[in-house]
T-cell receptor
Framework: AQTVTQSQPEMSVQEAETVTLSCTYDTSESDYYLFWYKQPPSRQMILVIR??????QNATENRFSVNFQKAAKSFSLKISDSQLGDAAMYFC???????????????FGTGTLLAVQP | GAVVSQHPSRVICKSGTSVKIECRSL??????MFWYRQFPKQSLMLMATSNEGSKATYEQGVEKDKFLINHASLTLSTLTVTSAHPEDSSFYIC??????????????FGEGSRLTVL
């Protein structure tokens, strides 16, 4: 079974600074997707960034980028120029690329609560 | 973008009553919908996978008779908490997977429903 581990329950960053959130996962599959979701106090899940395992190039979305190390099964999120609105719970998630029903469930890590200091 | 609507956002009920939560994909067809439960400051725990036209697949430890799931169409799944008790109080979130898989494995989330059982 696949697992996702986030070893940092809480992180703090100064506004305009850079912070990196860690995530490791375990799987025997070769084709899968990885995601970072943000959950603000409203509790709406918001997709931050996604990575297809077959792509070697690290995904980037504006101030958000990932460091995807497939061999090491590591998928960290870097937030540059942190803003107050980035404060939220961040979840790393894994999803199999095999198609069909429960195999496509998202498996979440335990989350990292990010605080942004003004 | 793909929109998933979840209703009601908040519900308070008396112990022993049943509560129905709806999850609708507004602008896409979803063959599979997922129901998660989230306790305060914790991660999302998958309860069940809902497949259109077939029985739901429940995760280990989730009572099928307590949490009834119906996926009657490609745009609607419902979760009914039967004979609710205070320990069922939680935040319930649905997510949907697109039929056309055009979203690179992404799941789209509803706004969540906060259930309080008195």
């Amino acid at each position: 079974a696949q697992t996702v581990t986030q070893s940092q329950p809480e992180m703090s960053v100064q506004e305009a600074e850079t912070v990196t959130l860690s995530c490791t996962y375990d799987t025997s599959e070769s084709d899968y997707y990885l995601f970072w979701y943000k959950q603000p106090p409203s509790r709406q899940m918001i997709l931050v960034i996604r990575q297809e395992a077959y792509k070697q190039q690290n995904a980037t979305e504006n101030r958000f980028s990932v460091n995807f190390q497939k061999a090491a099964k590591s998928f960290s999120l870097k937030i540059s120029d942190s803003q107050l609105g980035d404060a939220a719970m961040y979840f790393c998630a894994y999803r199999s690329a095999r198609y069909g029903g429960a195999t496509n469930k998202l498996i979440f890590g335990t989350g990292t609560l990010l605080a942004v200091q003004p | 973008g793909a929109v998933v609507s979840q209703h009601p956002s908040r519900v308070i009920c008396k112990s022993g009553t049943s509560v129905k939560i709806e999850c609708r994909s507004l602008d896409f067809q979803a063959t599979t919908m997922f129901w998660y439960r989230q306790f305060p400051k914790q991660s999302l725990m998958l309860m069940a996978t809902s497949n259109e036209g077939s029985k739901a697949t429940y995760e280990q430890g989730v009572e099928k008779d307590k949490f009834l799931i119906n996926h009657a169409s490609l745009t609607l799944s419902t979760l009914t908490v039967t004979s609710a008790h205070p320990e069922d109080s939680s935040f319930y979130i649905c997510s949907a997977s697109r039929v056309d898989r055009g979203a690179a494995g992404e799941l789209f989330f509803g706004e969540g429903s906060r259930l309080t059982v008195l």
